[in-house]
């Protein structure tokens, strides 16, 4: 599952609705919807985020977090380190051989860690 996804099914369960009934009102298939809350499909284009954020009648704050999960969910991220140091090309490959292995709290700091450094850039 995506953060998306995640979140995309927590906001439709919590309005009772059903993914067949979602799908219909966006004109998708109520696969697409299943595909895209599982992670099986690529993040949603900017098109369909707005969309959704329009069946919800979500603004501001929320509508802002819906946009930065899609933006954030694509299940297959490919890592280019061409042109980079060695040590990136090794951390990069360190990171996909271990990441099935690494509990919620070492993702939770690496990503704390991460994008602290991205601040300070």
Excluded at 62 to 82: F, I
Excluded at 94 to 118: G, K, N
């Amino acid at each position: 599952m995506t953060p998306f996804g995640e979140r995309l099914r927590q906001l439709r369960r919590e309005r009772g609705i059903t993914q067949r009934e979602m799908a219909a009102a966006l004109g998708v298939s109520a696969a697409y919807l299943s595909a895209l809350e599982h992670g099986h499909r690529g993040a949603p284009s900017w098109a369909m985020v707005q969309k959704i954020i329009g069946f919800f009648n979500v603004i501001w704050d929320e509508a802002e977090e819906l946009q930065r999960l899609a933006a954030a969910s694509d299940p297959r991220v490919v890592v280019g380190t061409a042109g980079l140091s060695p040590q990136a090309t090794e951390f990069a490959n360190t990171v996909a051989d271990a990441i099935a292995e690494l509990s919620e709290t070492d993702l939770e700091e690496l990503t704390a860690l991460v994008t602290a450094r991205r601040g300070r850039a």
